[in-house]
């Protein structure tokens, strides 16, 4: 994964007006845990507006999605629920010939509250221009619970000592 590529789509999907959330390995390095990560996950707000924005800036920078999904088919609700119960598919992957070595995956569902989770976003800057919305630690542990895989176990425990550290910083202020 390359840094300038995540910052690419950042800066287009800022630049689109879409909403987003960045979760996953990335999520978890932007609070405090470094880590190998070797993709850009992404929530975005799946209202029809955001969707077609974000296929659009995506595609403009060389993103698409690596099956045949139009933009208007992804923005139909009914279609994404049927792509995950038929295809068990829980994220939509792109590629990029321009950023080979930064695949992107965009969830087909909301695993939180979108605009609950969206108010609590971390925000930070990714280079003196690009800022970046990331999700907060207990709905990044609440995904990673749910995925279960060896590194996920691993990241819970860091991100919960994280959370906790963080707390008692802002107890004793």
């Given at each position: ?16 007006g879409v909403r987003y959330l960045v979760v996953g390995g990335l999520a978890v390095n932007a609070h405090g845990f470094l880590r190998m990560t070797l993709d850009v996950d992404l929530v975005i707000r799946l209202q029809r507006e955001d ?123």
């Amino acid at each position: 994964m390359k840094l300038s590529s995540f910052e690419a789509i950042i800066e287009a999907l800022n630049g689109a007006g879409v909403r987003y959330l960045v979760v996953g390995g990335l999520a978890v390095n932007a609070h405090g845990f470094l880590r190998m990560t070797l993709d850009v996950d992404l929530v975005i707000r799946l209202q029809r507006e955001d969707i077609l924005a974000a296929f659009m800036a995506l595609q403009e920078i060389g993103y698409l999605p690596s099956v045949p999904v139009s933009p208007e088919e992804f923005a139909d609700p009914v279609l994404r629920e049927r792509f995950r119960a038929e295809k068990n598919m829980s994220v939509l992957k792109f590629w990029s010939d321009s950023h080979r070595e930064t695949p992107l995956d965009i969830f087909v569902y909301h695993p939180f509250d979108f605009d609950e989770e969206y108010s609590r976003a971390m925000t930070r800057p990714l280079n003196d221009d690009i800022l970046a919305s990331f999700v907060s630690i207990p709905a990044l542990i609440a995904m990673k619970r749910v995925a279960g895989r060896d590194q996920d176990l691993i990241d819970i425990a860091k991100l919960e000592r994280i959370a906790e550290l963080q707390s008692h910083g802002r107890q004793n202020q």
